[in-house]
């Protein structure tokens, strides 16, 4: 069969006649090109790019911003942060050329403009008129609030008041118990979130040029805290592992949820959608049927508060089926585990620990070991016995391993299962496919697994796994460090400005001592109270909480314990909303003789400012500066830089250096003003600090780190063009490595932990991995009638929030839904209760409880509540207050919906604060049980 | 290059046939179209243009089932949206980025991704021939439809230059269809059409994705 010419010209012409539809190209003279700009095509165009890091929440992602006429129109992610693309540009690119290049910014980022324009932000300083918590207000001036600050008098019409520099006395609080310090003391500052550069700029002010011990109690204790100090007693003072996710084949999140929070949030979950790509397997161990559980193999979803029964029943199944890399365990010293297999960490397994003291069996001050039976230091030992049960010189001793396996064995993997109140099976098989992939598999956790009463356990706990298949470090594996960063303070060989160094860099500066007002880091047996009382403190110390005890603030100054506080300085603090039982710390700073007084620097009227004597207005993050780090997720050294992307919005509000600079100035602080920082530096405006921080980036920490440029100036501009300093992405690993790979000891028994005494309880923690049940501050079982009280009540940031300040977003909250409180769809029958209800939830430390609309979902575990962060404000702009004798306008869609936390349990025995790890010092957000009550029909 | 591309009447008829393709595959048959292409006439056309006995003859069956109502308009829409239109287990995801892409890129590289390097390409090229997307264009500039109706706007434009005796301006389309075919089109189109040809689940896509094909050979041997 064949065609001719002629009928190809004329049968094609047959075909003409169909073709009635148009297509998608057309003729013009001056043809536009299809694709223009970004590959996402991007209507709006600024003048001008500023490259910033976000603060929509703790992921610090960069941002490329654009702006149109002084205004920040447009938000997108910084091409050059690793936080934004996989991977990101190189550190060489041309700005002007990574500008037709977008980062990803997921939907808090990008909203961040609402919160930058938010109408309802504070515009001036106030100072209150009415009594504490009044709502009622006055505007003033910058220096009439300097002013009453610093000299203090009759403020407010209610006796004298004293001000910082009558408060700045060096003379003891309490001469009869000297530990407690100065009396400069008695001033607090407390922040909510404070990053890198400016924490350090604080830190500096507060305890060094006034001279306060309380110069940083910030909110980390209602993050995640016992998670870093668990790790922490783990790998030698490193507090944070995330996965090698793209090179690892199984991970397990206990209480995380990777693609809707934790950080960086959109880089875990772009990650994760490699690694699934790849064939990886993600475990989410969760009561909520997450986003994250959504994109998983399997979900498991667990009771709250026994991860670490869920970890100690996974690694019985490990040792009963050789599971475990004793081989790795049994190196005892860096160059016995380097040489022996090539690992970077050696463990403690082989570690002898007498059962007397729980110390560490040692030869003076070295660890011993047993080599084939032979005692041997183990800094000498190539390989060490791990199943040790001796008596020496009448002391019985015992291997660490040894020890583990004894803990584990205490239970059968049905009664860890039990617990947990899942199948045995699910145990078998993540232990199973845990240790199925060498070591490119790694047990993660967050804040979900830790913040219980028993957090840290539950963190040392989880960790362990990865110790027991050694799989710190490697490349897939897990990792304590990566994520590392340029050091902004100096102190390392390139870096031209050793921030740290006083003499050089503070004259004049002053040591603070003494204890802090929440007690963290300090043994209570140090105390002239244990001295006179002994057991029980009065309120908890915590020895081991050195990320502060945020939420203990409060009651302390309530209690006037150790010490009253005369100035409270918070900072983008909303403790009474975002802590669990919040709301019952508000009578705390009410009354101006407990708390004379209460100073709130702050965006908008938040509900612990709204308790304040003034409010200081600051700037919103666009406007400012920072050095903040990320997370070991990425792998390559980063620091970003924020700076201010647009003018202040709000011309009469101040950087909070800026606030701190003005007010040391003005009472003669050394370490402001001029020569502030050394001579020849002044310290006069906030610049003047971060351009050293900026600078010691730019020359790195090695010598010959140099960014490119001829003078300091202009590698300062080459680091701020890009938005920080990158390492480039190829630099990720080394072999068989990550090429920022922490290099240390890891600790499966913390022998500090085991020797140090609870100040409650007056009895010794544990140093091994435990599942220990939820209890009060007194180490009791707390009491409760399951049947009146018949669900747990769990929280959780969805993707397109934070904690609090989120809710000021009105395009975040447009997607948030009205439906708030999560039930599951069987429970939700049986108590008579529809998607879209109004119900009420209670419990016995709030018995009038929250009102929120149901949720009804088979999305989450029966006999668990869920309510998101972020939503029932009482304040922060959802109501007016009264300002210069006019209400305010409001915006009452941020307080929609209710929040959790008002529904918390108190602490039985302190009865005003919720439960608390006593190690980590983390506030317990998932161990209180509610009742849920319909209220109205749709 | 054969003589033959020298012929406005060839050209024209090369661009029929790519526009014809181009709507064939862009969207989903109508009752229109599908009683024109199973019609007698229909099938004498397609006899005339593409002599291939075995795909005919599957056309011919094609269209006595249609009659039978075993097979109806429905099934056909169907059939488009799972290849061209739904990411599902049929779809072909039909862009010269995901079947060039470069196992260097972005990621692992074990998954293309679309707006890749050709995307950039085809577009520049596009523009250089004086084509802008219509505005109610919501494609990629990559896709197998828009490629196939921008061979077709060239041969109507050499067709055109022909005709009104350009010569120079007409070897410029032609060399342009030349570049085109060889960089672009015909570096995957044809592995497209065979995963096309495997995934359908009426004969309809898979007689029309041999028949381009085919007709791509013919336009290769053209330009060799």
Redesign the interface.
């Known amino acids: 069969?064949?065609?001719t010419?002629r009928?190809?010209?004329?049968?094609?012409?047959?075909?003409?006649a169909?073709?009635t539809?148009?297509?998608?190209?057309?003729?013009?003279?001056k043809?536009?090109?299809?694709?223009t700009g970004a590959?996402d095509p991007d209507p709006l165009k600024g003048d001008r790019v500023v490259r910033t890091v976000c603060l929509g929440c703790h992921s610090n992602c960069g941002l490329q911003v654009k702006v149109k006429n002084g205004v920040a129109i447009k938000v997108d992610g910084n091409p050059y942060h690793p936080n934004t693309?996989?991977?990101h540009l190189p550190y060489h690119t041309d700005p002007a050329e990574a500008e037709k290049v977008n980062g990803t910014v997921c939907a808090k980022g990008g909203a961040t403009i609402q919160s930058l324009y938010n109408p309802l932000r504070i515009q001036h300083p106030l100072k209150r008129v009415g009594p504490r918590g009044s709502g009622k207000w006055k505007t003033i001036s910058w220096e009439q609030a300097y002013d009453e600050i610093i000299n203090g008098g009759n403020l407010f019409g209610e006796g004298h008041v004293d001000g910082l520099k009558a408060i700045r006395s060096f003379e003891p609080i309490d001469p009869n118990a000297p530990e407690l310090g100065p009396k400069a003391n008695q001033l607090v500052f407390m922040p909510g979130r404070i990053q890198h550069g400016r924490k350090e700029f604080t830190d500096r002010w507060v305890a060094h040029c006034f001279g306060s011990i309380n110069k940083r109690i910030d909110h980390t204790s209602i993050c995640e805290t016992s998670h870093h100090v668990g790790l922490s007693l783990c790998f030698n003072g490193r507090n944070h592992i995330k996965p090698d996710i793209?090179s690892s084949n199984y991970i397990i999140f206990f209480g995380a949820t990777p693609y809707e929070a934790n950080f960086p949030m959109q880089a875990l979950a772009r990650k994760l959608n490699?690694f699934r790509?790849?064939g990886g397997t993600l475990v989410i161990v969760d009561p909520r049927f997450s986003n994250s559980a959504a994109k998983a193999a399997r979900w498991i979803p667990i009771l709250p508060g026994t991860d670490a029964a869920f970890a100690l029943g996974m690694m019985r199944w490990m040792m009963e089926h050789k599971r475990v890399d004793l081989e790795y365990l049994s190196y005892p010293n860096q160059k016995a585990a380097f040489e022996g297999a090539g690992h970077l960490t050696w463990s403690d397994a082989t570690f002898l620990v007498r059962e007397d003291d729980r110390k560490y069996y040692r030869e003076g001050d070295r660890p011993l070991v047993m080599v084939n039976g032979i005692l041997t230091p183990a800094e000498e030992a190539k390989k060490g016995d791990l199943l040790v049960d001796t008596v020496i010189k009448g002391v019985r001793v015992k291997s660490v391993y040894k020890m583990l396996v004894d803990r584990v064995m205490e239970r059968s993997i049905k009664e860890y299962a039990d617990i947990c109140g899942i199948d045995a099976k699910a145990i078998e098989r993540e232990a199973d496919d845990f240790t199925s992939h060498g070591r490119r598999a790694v047990a993660d956790f967050y804040r979900g697994a830790v913040q219980h009463t028993n957090g840290t356990y539950t963190a040392r706990t989880i960790a362990a796994l990865n110790i027991l298949i050694g799989n710190i470090s490697w490349r897939g594996g897990c990792q304590p460090l990566s994520g590392n960063h340029w050091h902004e303070m100096g102190g390392k060989p390139g870096n031209p400005y050793d921030l740290n160094d006083t003499e050089r860099f503070l004259p004049g500066a002053v040591k603070p001592k003494g204890v802090p007002i929440d007690r963290h880091k300090v043994n209570y047996e140090t105390s002239t109270e244990f001295k006179k009382n002994g057991y029980p403190a009065k309120r908890p110390w915590f020895p081991f909480a050195y990320d502060h005890v945020y939420h203990e603030v409060f009651p302390s100054i309530a209690a006037q314990y150790p010490y009253q506080v005369k100035c409270l300085i918070t900072y983008w603090n909303n403790v009474v909303y975002s802590s669990p039982a919040g709301t019952h710390m508000m009578e705390a700073v009410k009354d101006p003789k407990v708390l004379p007084l209460f100073i709130a620097i702050d965006i908008v009227m938040g509900e612990t400012s709204s308790l304040a004597d003034y409010i200081l207005p600051c700037r919103h993050f666009l406007e400012d500066y920072g050095i903040p780090h990320v997370a070991p997720t990425i792998l390559t050294y980063t620091s970003g830089v924020r700076q201010p992307v647009v003018e202040p919005v709000f011309k009469d509000t101040k950087m909070l250096e800026q606030i701190f600079i003005d007010i040391g100035i003005r009472m003669g602080l050394p370490g402001v003003g001029k020569d502030g920082l050394g001579p020849g530096r002044d310290l006069n405006e906030p610049w003047d600090w971060y351009k050293l921080l900026v600078a010691n980036i730019a020359y790195g920490d090695k010598e010959n780190d140099s960014v490119p440029g001829k003078t300091e100036e202009e590698k300062v501009a080459y680091v701020l063009a890009r938005g920080g300093r990158f390492e480039d992405y190829n630099e990720s690993y080394n072999g068989p490595y990550t090429k920022n790979a922490y290099r240390g000891p890891v600790s499966l028994y913390s022998e500090k932990l085991a020797t140090t005494k609870d100040s409650m309880t007056g009895k010794p923690y544990d140093g091994l991995p435990l599942y220990e049940p939820i209890k009060d501050i007194m180490g009791r079982p707390i009491e409760v009638d399951h049947k009146k009280y018949p669900f747990f009540i769990i929280t959780y940031k969805p993707v397109y929030h934070a904690q609090a300040r989120t809710a000021a977003c009105l395009w975040l909250m447009e997607v948030t839904p009205e439906e708030c409180i999560q039930i599951n769809a069987s429970d939700a029958a049986k108590l008579g209760i529809k998607h879209g209800d109004l119900v009420r939830v209670y419990s016995m430390s709030n018995p009038k409880g929250v009102e929120g609309k149901a949720w009804v979902t088979e999305g989450i575990r029966p006999g668990i509540i869920s309510i998101p962060h972020s939503l029932g404000h009482w304040q922060y702009g959802s109501k007016p207050f009264e300002l210069d004798g006019v209400k305010t306008s409001s915006a009452e869609w941020i307080g929609r919906g209710c929040s959790a936390n008002p529904v918390m349990w108190l602490d039985p025995y302190l009865k005003n604060v919720c439960l608390t790890d006593p190690i980590g010092g983390s506030a317990s957000f998932y161990d209180s049980r509610v009742a849920i009550i319909k209220v109205k029909g749709q | 290059m054969t003589e033959i591309l020298d012929s406005k009447e060839i050209n024209g008829a090369r661009a029929n046939v790519y526009l014809f393709f181009s709507r064939i595959f862009r969207e989903p048959p109508t009752q229109d179209l599908l009683a024109f292409l199973l019609s007698e006439r229909g099938l004498d056309i397609l006899k005339t243009l593409f002599p291939m006995e075995e795909v005919l003859r599957e056309l011919g069956s094609l269209m006595e089932e249609v009659r039978k109502g075993s097979l109806t308009l429905e099934d056909f829409q169907l059939d488009f949206d799972s290849l061209m239109r739904v990411p599902g287990p049929c779809y072909v995801r039909p862009y010269e980025s995901v079947y060039r892409h470069d196992s260097s890129s972005p990621g692992d590289g074990s998954k293309p991704t679309l707006m890749g390097e050709p995307a950039y390409q085809v577009s520049a090229l596009y523009q250089k021939a004086g084509l802008e997307p219509c505005e109610s264009t919501t494609n990629l500039p990559d896709e197998l439809t828009v490629e196939l109706e921008f061979m077709g706007h060239l041969c109507k434009q050499a067709e055109r230059s022909l005709e009104a005796n350009e010569q120079e301006r007409a070897w410029k389309a032609i060399a342009m269809q030349r570049e085109f075919l060889t960089e672009h089109l015909l570096s995957w189109a044809p592995l497209c059409l065979e995963k096309i040809i495997s995934n359908a689940q009426t004969p309809l896509y898979r007689t029309f994705s041999r028949l381009l094909i085919s007709f791509l050979e013919g336009e290769e041997d053209l330009f060799r």
Do not use: H, V, Y
Not at chain 1, 7 to 13: E, R, V
Not at chain 1, 31 to 35: A, R
């Open positions: 069969m064949s065609t010419r009928d190809f010209i004329k049968a094609s012409l047959a075909l003409a169909i073709l539809t148009g297509g998608c190209l057309r003729e013009a003279k043809p536009s090109n299809w694709i590959p693309m996989e991977p793209m490699f790509e790849r």
